[in-house]
Every structure is written in C-alpha cells, then in structure tokens.
C-alpha cells in the first residue's frame, strides 16, 4: 500500500461510520457533491474514493484526484437524511456548481443541521502540489474530455451534461489562474 493510501485509510477510520449526508470537497474545501449514506458515511465515501460501485465515478462526473476533505453530517434517524441532504445540495449549488447526478428539490421546511465532521483525505504536501495552477488546469482539461466522451458515447443524460456545466465553470476558473 502506497504512502497516499495509508494516509487515505488512516483519515477515512476517523469519519463517522453513521447514517447521514456528505459533501466531497476540492484541494480548495469546495464542495463538488454531496450525498446520503443509509449503511454508513464512512463506507459510501471509501467507496468513492476506491471508483468501487460509485455511479459518479463510473460516469466521470468527478475526478477523485481533486477531493482532498470530506464533509459529513450523521443523523440519528433515517428520515433526516433526505430534508438535510436538499438543503445542503441547494446551499452548496447555489455557491457553486455541484456535480451531483440530480438535482435535489428546494425543502422549504426548516431543517436541524448537526455538527459537521470534517476529515482531509490527501496529505497536505500533495494537497500543495495538486493546488499548482500548471497541475490542476491540465487535469480539468483531461477530465473536461473524459466526460464529453462519456456523453457523446456512452450517454447522454440531462445530469451528465449538468456536471459537464460544472466542469467547465471550474476549467474557465483553473485556466485565469493558470495565465
């Protein structure tokens, strides 16, 4: 197992294994996506992380090499799981553009947000390295294309091309700090 592995699985045995929402966030602390876990926040995230049965990864909607944080809010009941995760998707969307799957309807009821656990996934020097302009443009580029390919050959879906929108937000943002 790689130094970047161990410091991974060290990190997520620290994130709740809780019934609940979480955000994966960018080597900026931006979140990207967030989701619900009903069998635990620690298992779906290491899911993620490893491209293991996680449709976001399967349908290139994000690159795992730009999460460095994982958020995560546990519940102590089931049903709170889907009013907090529409309320945090529609916070964190309005910000900036979430590469979720679908786009979660506007809760209208209050809703009680727990403390949030927050766990950094990649060490700090690599979080560094990965921050350089030269680094992270190029690979938006690639994951930018990755994506259309996937649309254009594979599927085209109305929420594939909404999280093609947010690449392209980020690639325009990546590509100004990059001149």
Known sequence: MSRAQEFRKSALSDLSNEIGVY?????????????????????????????????II??????VWEIA?????????KSDIEPLEAALFQRFDAEKPLMNGKVLPLNM???NEPERQQIQVIEDGERQRRLR?????ERQIRQYGILVDYIQTVKSAPHLKRALDAHFERLVRYH???L
């Not at 602390?29 to 449709?55: E, F, K």
């Not at 944080?69 to 009941?77: C, H, K, N, Q, T």
């Open 58 to 63: 399967a349908n290139r909607q994000i690159d």
């Open 69 to 77: 944080y994982v958020w995560a809010w546990p519940v102590a009941e």
């Open 133 to 137: 302009p030269d680094q992270r443009l």
């Open 109 to 111: 009821n209050a809703v």
């Open 176 to 178: 100004k700090t990059f």
């Open 23 to 55: 955000a994966l966030c960018d080597l900026d602390g931006v979140p990207m996506y967030v989701g619900q876990s009903v069998d635990g926040i620690r298992s779906r995230v290491r899911r993620h992380l490893t491209s293991a049965r996680s449709d």
